[in-house]
């Protein structure tokens, strides 16, 4: 498809990563977003929050074509094969990853390769640091181009990708594309410390190391069911987001992409929600990377020390609980989607939930094998006893309301969740044995969530005992075994849900008021949540049907945003979503095993 006003759909992006940041390229062959030197810093190509001043790294031919894409087997380095009247040309994008020679801070490598005929190709790098608010100078140094703003600074390295010219605002070349040949370009970021000006012989053998990696870890896969194509896939969505220093995973890589095309929902996800504890513990160690599960447990641990037994809604990929929400009104949004946000509100709210969350991801993780020191095990034990005290209190719940707090349902059976795990884990020896008093107090709660929040007449759980609507969040008790999954209160919520928020296997949040107005599309999570869902209850053929018919609406790739519209499959919302791709892993596994 054309551009239309400078943009493409959400689902023509795929993602490049190096455990650090993350870029988006597009099916055009134009890389339209990427944060340096961190998936949470402001962005030298943000094209896709800004068709005009947003900045990017285009390469394509200069005639018209058509394209088709994949990723390098079993790994996150991408190919786009250009087909037009004049001969085919293959780019392969990597970010790669640092090897024994001193290496840049970030790069983003781009090889040409000339498959048949001759195809005339242009090339275009506009920089435009921190979401443009710097200004960007552009000259040359060493020979390199090279673009600088403040501390930030990127090199372009061209070799058989014509002569560099600089303009006040980019860096472009031409040259042709013929049969056998092979160009390379090359984007060298440095940040707060000297430009490392890498070689070709250097970047090549980096591009080959990066592929060599992505091909051992994804290989490590512990999954032999009917969709490991897919699960694998998932898995490798799923380290994109991973922040490698610290072991954090950003619930998405992205920025304010609309939940509604011209709306207002618009929100940062470059952050670690507490509440994605327990579904990526569980992903990780389902599917045998336990070092990445060791990793990120240890990372929310110690995160959530700065504020224990309180627990933050969503924290920092350094560690850090600051997340002030703000606009970045120079810029006009994804089609015209304002405002574009920075940082996130949510992060000040109370969301009983995250406390399940993070208790069953600690029972998750004792029961692998894994043991906790005497510390934690004590600020276990407190978050614990905090949950007696708090859990009758309103709260946000998981879908973030910015309308008054109130007593959702599935907040209060999370805090059940919470106590559970407690008492699983005082009953191993994990942790200081509290366990009357958490059995006390989830007796409690589970006399709440049967009395008040359970409808006769709908034959389900409810959203609040005022708000007797459904919510999709409420499919959640099957997988954290609130009751059995094949309990008829259980199955009669998975049909009100069916009933009330589904159309075909695609699944809404909710359709009531929440405080920020406009529409959303489906939300895939909940579609994958649903599958789920339906295989604990024994459900395994139509559990079956929805699989393959979600895993339809990936995109050519096989990646997935956050929603989709149902009346066209357009991706709506920030990309990849990283909680998406672990429900879609979980599903898979839980089918898997119900199958069996």
């Known amino acids: 498809m054309p551009r239309q ?184 970021v440095t940040h707060q410390e000297p430009a490392v000006l890498p070689c070709r012989d250097d970047v090549e053998d980096r591009v080959r190391r990066t592929i060599e990696f992505w091909e051992s870890w994804s290989a490590r896969v512990r999954y032999d069911g009917r969709w490991r194509d897919e699960v694998v896939r998932g898995a490798l969505a799923l380290k994109l987001c991973v922040f490698s220093p610290s072991g954090a995973i950003v619930a998405a890589p992205t920025t304010s992409l609309p939940e509604w095309i011209g709306g207002n929902r618009n929100w940062d996800y470059r952050f670690t929600w507490l509440r994605d504890a327990s579904f990526t513990t569980d992903a990780l160690l389902r599917l045998g990377f336990d070092d990445e599960a060791h990793s990120f447990f240890w990372w929310f641990m110690h995160a ?162 005022d708000r007797r609507e459904l919510d999709a969040s409420l499919l959640t008790l099957s997988l954290f075994e609130y009751r059995d999954p094949r309990d008829e209160r259980l199955v009669g919520t998975i049909e009100a849900v069916k009933r009330e928020l589904a159309e075909g296997p695609l699944v809404y949040r909710y359709r009531s008021d929440d405080g920020v107005g406009g529409r959303e599309g489906c939300f895939l999570t909940c579609s994958f949540w649903l599958v789920d869902a339906l295989a604990r209850a024994g459900r395994v053929d139509e559990a079956t049907r929805d699989m393959e018919t979600l895993l339809t609406y990936a995109n050519d790739v096989g990646l997935y945003a956050e929603e989709i519209r149902p009346d066209d499959g357009a991706f709506l919302g920030n990309f990849p979503q990283a909680l998406v791709h672990l429900a879609l892993v979980n599903a898979a596994v839980s089918l898997m095993d119900a199958a069996r």
């Open 304 to 465: 959530s020390r700065l504020t224990q037994p309180r627990l933050q809604i969503l924290y920092r990929v350094n560690g850090g609980y600051q997340a002030t929400e703000g606009e970045l009104p120079h810029l006009d949004g994804y089609r015209s989607s304002k405002p574009v946000r920075v940082g996130n509100g949510a992060a000040k709210q109370v969301q009983l939930d995250v406390y399940g969350d993070v208790l069953d991801s600690v029972w998750l993780y004792v029961e692998s094998g894994k043991s906790l020191d005497k510390a934690t095990a004590k600020e276990v034990a407190k978050i614990a006893d905090y949950v007696t005290e708090i859990w009758r209190d309103a709260d946000s719940g998981i879908w973030e309301m910015r309308s008054d707090p109130t007593h959702f349902v599935h907040s209060k059976a999370m805090c059940w969740v919470a106590l559970d795990r407690a008492c699983r884990l005082a009953a191993r020896g994990a942790i200081p044995d509290r366990r009357e008093r958490w059995r006390r107090a989830a007796d409690e709660i589970r006399e709440f969530v049967d009395s008040r929040g359970f409808d006769p007449e709908k034959n389900s759980y409810v959203r609040a005992p």
């Open 5 to 188: 006003n400078g943009y493409v759909p959400i689902r023509d992006y795929a993602a490049l990563g190096d455990g650090r940041t993350v870029a988006l390229v597009a099916r055009d062959g134009s890389v339209d977003w990427l944060c340096v030197p961190d998936a949470d810093s402001g962005s030298v190509f943000g094209r896709i929050l800004d068709a005009r001043r947003g900045g990017c790294f285009e390469l394509q031919p200069d005639q018209p074509f058509e394209t088709e894409r994949t990723y390098l087997d079993g790994s996150n380095v991408l190919t786009t094969t250009f087909r037009t009247a004049d001969g085919v040309v293959r780019v392969t994008d990597a970010m790669t990853l640092g090897g024994p020679q001193l290496t840049p801070v970030r790069e983003l490598t781009r090889s040409v390769e000339g498959l048949s005929g001759r195809v005339p190709m242009r090339w275009r790098v506009e920089p435009r640091f921190d979401f443009g608010r710097k200004r960007t100078t552009i000259g040359l140094r060493s020979g390199r181009p090279f673009a600088a703003a403040d501390r930030d600074a990127l090199a372009v390295g061209a070799w058989d990708a014509g002569e560099p010219t600089l303009s006040t605002d980019a860096i472009e070349g031409r040259f042709d594309a013929e049969s056998g040949s092979r160009a390379l370009l090359n984007v060298a």
